[in-house]
C-alpha cells in the first residue's frame, strides 16, 4: 500500500492506538493536518503551542498513557520546548511531533526554520529527524517505546515538510530493535535480599515514596509493603495520592514545604527506603545533613538516579513495581527467619509529631479569606477521585498540604520544573482523558494569567474543566521569601487585585464566572460550580495577600532549621 509521508504519520500513530492529540498547525506541519481530517485520532486545536505540550502531560498524567502533541517548526516548536523539560523533569510519557523545513532547507535559515534537534536534545529522551519517509513507521513505534518504557519521558519526531509529501511503501514494523537501549525492571535478587535484611535491622525506617510509584503503577505493592512492614511512609510531591492520606502510616510530604512530622521523620531515620524518588533539593534541604543516621535502600529504575545525591547502602536499579512485590517476597522470607524489631515505639513518637505539630491556620467568620479555607472546601465538596491539577507557588504547596489524597493519579503538578502556567492547559489534558471525573485546577492569580488562553479551547472543545484561582493580588511565593529573606524589599511582585477582572475574562472565554470575596460564599460557589457541566468554570477567590505557606525550611539549609509558623519568622526545628 502507498501511502504519503503524512499519511504514514496520520496511520502510525493510530497503530499506536492514539486517541487524541493536541496540536496548532503552521505551515511546515500542513501536509500531516490533511489526513487528519480522515483520521480517527480526535484533535484539539489549542491557542498556544506551550498549552499543547502541558495538555499531553495532563492525558499522561491521569491516564497513564502517553500523551500527543503536534506543532509546527521554528517558534511553534521552541514554544512546546517547556512542556518537554517540565515533563523531562517529572518523568511523563509524551509524544511530540514537530514540522520542519524542507531537509534540503535545512541549515540555510528558511523561514521558520530552528535547530529543534538541537534545542530539544537536553529535555527529550531521545529524539529523530526523518530522513525517508519509508521510516516512518519505524521511528514512530521507537518514539513510544522509548518514551513509555524504563523511566518514562517526553520524546519528539522532527518531520520535514518534504518528507510529508514523500511516497512510501506501507508496512508496520512487528518489534522495535534499539540494541543500545534496554531498561533493567528486575532488579537484582541478592541487592533485594540484602534490602529485607536491613529493613528487619532497622528500628526508625521510613518508606520515602516517589513518583517513580506512579510511573510504575506501584500504588498496590507500596501499600502492601508498608502494612506488611508497618512502615511510616512519606510521600513528595510528585507521589501525593501514591499512598492514602487518610491511612495510618502515611505522614504526608516532605520537603521544603512538607509537614513537620513527614520532615523530622526522615532526619530521625536510621533507614530511608527510597521507592522512585530521586533525592531532590527541595527534599532533602542541605544534603550534608539531611537524614544523618540513615543507611539508604534506592530503587530506581534510571541508574543515573543511584548514588546521584546520596551514596546508597543499598542500590537496585529496576521498576518500583517489579523490586516491591519481589521485595515483599524477600521480606515475607526474612521475617521467617528471625524476630524484626518491634517499630511500636517509633510509630508512637511519629504519631506524637502529628499531634503536636499539626498544620494550623484560622479562618474567621468576619476575615480575610484563607487560601487554606478555600482549599478544604473544595476537598470536601467535590468527589472523592476527583483530579486536581495546580500551577506553581503558594497554592501548589497549600493544595498538596490540605487536599486529601485516597487515590494515585487524581495530583497533576509541576515539580522538578516548577512551570508557572501549568495547571490550565494541564487540567484540559487530564478531562479530556478521563472525561466521566471531575477536573479541578486550583491556580494561582500569576499562573492563571500565563496559560488561560487555553480556556478557550476548553470552551470551544466542551471540555467543562473547573478553575479556582487562589487571587492574592501578588507573585505569592516571590513575596513570601522576599518578607522573610530580603527585608521586605518587594521588587516587581504586585500584579493588582483588580486587573484583569477575572470574572469578564471567563465570560469573554466563553466560561461561567464567580467572584468570592467572603468566607461564607465560599461552599455556596462552589456547589454552583459543581452543577455546571456543559463549559469550564472559573471561581475568582480573593484571598489573603499576607498569607504564607508553613511549615517552611529555608533553601539551601537543613531540614533541622525549618519554620513552623508566623509567629517565628525563623528557623524552629528541634
Sequence with gaps: MKLSGAQALIKSLEMENTE???????????????????????????????????????????????????????PAATNIVTPLADAY?????????????PLSAIGSDAFQECDTLGITMPVTKHNWLVTDAQDIPRIIREAFHVATTGRPGPVLVDFPKDIANQMMTWEW??????????????????????????????????????????????????????????????????????????????????????????????????????????????????????????????VDVDPAELGKVRRPDVPIVGDCRNVIERMITAVRS?????????????????????TEFPLTYEQYEDGPLKPQFCIESLRDHTPDDTIVASGVGQHQMWTSQHW????????????????????????IGAKVGMPERMVWAVDGDGCFQMTAQELVTASAEQIPVKIAILNNAYLGMVRQWQ????????????????????????????????????????????????????????????TDYREKVYPMVPAGQPNDNIILGPETDRPGGR
Aim: aromatic letters at 8%; glycine letters at 10%.
Design 20 to 74: 487524541v492529540m493536541f496540536g496548532l498547525p503552521g505551515g511546515a506541519i500542513l501536509p500531516v493536518y490533511d489526513p487528519l481530517i480522515d483520521s480517527s485520532i480526535r484533535h484539539i486545536l489549542v491557542r498556544h503551542e506551550q498549552g499543547a505540550g502541558h495538555m499531553a502531560e495532563g492525558y499522561a498524567h491521569a491516564t497513564g498513557r502517553p500523551g500527543v502533541a503536534m506543532v509546527t517548526s521554528g
Design 89 to 101: 523533569l517529572d518523568s511523563i510519557p509524551i509524544v511530540v511531533i514537530t514540522g520542519q523545513v
Design 173 to 298: 514494523p512487528d518489534s522495535v530493535n534499539l540494541p543500545g537501549y534496554k531498561p533493567n525492571l528486575k532488579g537484582h535478587p541478592k541487592q533485594i535480599k540484602e534490602a529485607a535484611r536491613l529493613i528487619g535491622e532497622s528500628h526508625r525506617p521510613v518508606i520515602y515514596a516517589g513518583g517513580g510509584i506512579l510511573k510504575a503503577r506501584a500504588a498496590e505493592a507500596l501499600r502492601e509493603l508498608a502494612e506488611l512492614t508497618g512502615i511510616p511512609v512519606v510521600t513528595t510531591l510528585m507521589a501525593r495520592g501514591a499512598f492514602p492520606d487518610d491511612h495510618e502510616l502515611c505522614l504526608g510530604m516532605p520537603g521544603m514545604h512538607g509537614n513537620y512530622t513527614a520532615i523530622t521523620a526522615m532526619q530521625k531515620a536510621d533507614l530511608l527506603i527510597a521507592l522512585g524518588s530521586r533525592f531532590d533539593d527541595r527534599v532533602t534541604g542541605k544534603v550534608g545533613d539531611f537524614a544523618p543516621d540513615a543507611k539508604i535502600i534506592h
Design 334 to 354: 526474612d521475617q521467617t527467619k528471625r524476630d524484626w524489631p518491634d517499630l511500636a515505639p517509633w510509630r508512637h513518637q511519629v504519631k506524637a509529631w502529628q
Design 404 to 427: 486529601k489524597f485516597r487515590h494515585p493519579y487524581t495530583w497533576v503538578n509541576s515539580g522538578g520544573l516548577g512551570t508557572m502556567g501549568f495547571a490550565v492547559p494541564a487540567a
Design 483 to 542: 518578607e522573610l529573606f530580603y527585608e521586605e524589599r518587594y521588587s516587581e511582585v504586585y500584579l493588582s487585585p483588580d486587573l484583569p477582572d477575572y470574572v469578564k475574562w471567563a465570560e469573554a472565554m466563553g466560561c461561567v464566572g464567580f467572584r468570592v470575596d467572603t468566607p461564607e460564599d465560599v461552599v455556596p460557589t462552589i456547589e454552583k460550580a459543581n452543577e455546571i457541566d456543559d463549559r469550564p468554570v472559573v471561581i475568582d477567590f480573593r
